[in-house]
T-cell receptor
Framework: GENVEQHPSTLSVQEGDSAVIKCTYS??????FPWYKQELGKRPQLIID?????GEKKDQRIAVTLNKTAKHFSLHITETQPEDSAVYFC????????????FGTGTRLTVIP | DTGVSQDPRHKITKRGQNVTFRCDPI?????LYWYRQTLGQGPEFLTY????????KSRLLSDRFSAERPKGSFSTLEIQRTEQGDSAMYLC?????????????FGPGTRLTVT
């Protein structure tokens, strides 16, 4: 089955700096790689995703890159703001009919004002 | 609010009792997922419905767990004879086989505490 590893587990950056979170996956058949942001006590929110036919995708201050050969993908947040502080999860889908997601263990990002 | 909703938000129960949670997906979404999340971990897949059919279950899903989606709309997750290890956040997510079939949207979760 799929195994998703995520690093680092915690990350502190100064406001305005960039943050990078990296994930690797094991199942080469995985096709879809979303990133979720979860604030304390709240639901995971989909912030950006990428599919295997695309190498990079950007949405304002966040971007995701995918290297299918190496089986890794990364989240990049530029010009970080205190409201970016949260736990971020990467995930990879399964190639069963369900397309259920396997999640990484999360990265707690703290943006220091 | 047109997002995924879950009820109750919190449940405290004694070991050995049965509990049932409800999930109402986004109205046009025909795919529904249950996940479990423990502290410091990412959500873990439990089971999947397409319309009213339960098509996949995790091998990790104990036979004390059962889920239904009788009319292809809301879903219930029941845990029988709860154990302390069942304490977790139970999350529901939904998606559509139509537009953007991969995007799963989560509900706020039901936090279960088994004492």
């Amino acid at each position: 089955g799929e195994n998703v590893e995520q690093h680092p587990s915690t990350l502190s950056v100064q406001e305005g700096d960039s943050a990078v979170i990296k994930c690797t996956y094991s199942d080469s058949a995985s096709n879809y790689f979303p990133w979720y942001k979860q604030e304390l006590g709240k639901r995971p929110q989909l912030i950006i995703d990428i599919r295997s036919n695309v190498g990079e995708k950007k949405d304002q201050r966040i971007a995701v890159t995918l290297n299918k050969t190496a089986k890794h993908f990364s989240l990049h947040i530029t010009e970080t703001q205190p409201e970016d502080s949260a736990v971020y999860f990467c995930a990879a889908d399964t190639q069963t009919g369900a397309n259920n997601l396997f999640f990484g263990t999360g990265t707690r990002l703290t943006v220091i004002p | 609010d047109t997002g995924v909703s879950q009820d109750p938000r919190h449940k405290i129960t004694k070991r050995g009792q049965n509990v049932t949670f409800r999930c109402d997906p986004i109205s046009e979404h025909n795919r529904l997922y249950w996940y479990r999340q423990t502290l410091g971990q990412g959500p873990e897949f439990l089971t999947y419905f397409q319309n009213e059919a339960q098509l996949e279950k995790s091998r990790l899903l104990s036979d004390r767990f059962s889920a239904e989606r009788p009319k292809g709309s809301f879903s219930t997750l029941e845990i029988q004879r709860t154990e302390q290890g069942d304490s977790a956040m139970y999350l529901c997510a939904s998606s559509s086989t139509g537009r953007n079939p991969y995007e799963q949207y989560f509900g706020p979760g039901t936090r279960l505490t088994v004492t």
